[in-house]
Nanobody, 122 residues
Framework: QVQLVESGGGLVQAGGSLRLSCAAS????????MAWFRQAPGKEREFVAA????????YYADSVKGRFTMSRDNAKNTAYLQMNSLKPEDTAVYYC???????????????WGQGTQVTVSS
C-alpha cells in the first residue's frame, strides 16, 4: 500500500497553467504505475494520464493530449501533472492513483489520494 497526497489545485483563468503534485509515502513508489483521474460535478470519474514505473511510457486522454504533461521523480516519491492552456471544461476534482499495472481504467488502481480541486474560469 502507498498513501497519496495531491496538491497544487486552485482557481485559474482559461488559458492559464497549473502544476499538480502527488506525493507518495512508502519505499515502493518506484514499483507503481501512477495515474491522474478527474471528476466533474454530476459526471463519472475519467482518465487523464498515466505513467509507467520508469517514466518511459505515458498515456493521455485525447481531451488533454498536447496540453497536459505527466511526469514522475522516483527519488522524491512524487508524480506531477503539468496543465497548460486550461479550459473551463477541465474544471474537476483531480485524483492521483497508484497501481501495479499501467492502464487507463480506474478500477485497476488500488491506491487513491483525497483529490485536489481545479477550477478554470472563462
Amino acid at each position: 500500500q502507498v498513501q497519496l497526497v495531491e496538491s497544487g489545485g486552485g482557481l485559474v483563468q482559461a488559458g492559464g497553467s497549473l502544476r499538480l503534485s502527488c506525493a507518495a509515502s512508502g519505499r515502493t513508489f518506484s514499483r507503481y504505475a501512477m495515474a491522474w483521474f478527474r471528476q466533474a460535478p454530476g459526471k463519472e470519474r475519467e482518465f487523464v494520464a498515466a505513467i509507467s514505473w520508469s517514466g518511459d511510457i505515458i498515456y493521455y486522454a485525447d481531451s488533454v493530449k498536447g496540453r497536459f504533461t505527466m511526469s514522475r521523480d522516483n527519488a522524491k516519491n512524487t508524480a506531477y501533472l503539468q496543465m497548460n492552456s486550461l479550459k473551463p471544461e477541465d474544471t474537476a476534482v483531480y485524483y492521483c492513483a497508484a497501481g501495479g499495472v499501467l492502464v487507463r481504467v480506474s478500477r485497476q488502481y488500488d491506491n487513491w489520494g483525497q483529490g485536489t480541486q481545479v477550477t478554470v474560469s472563462s
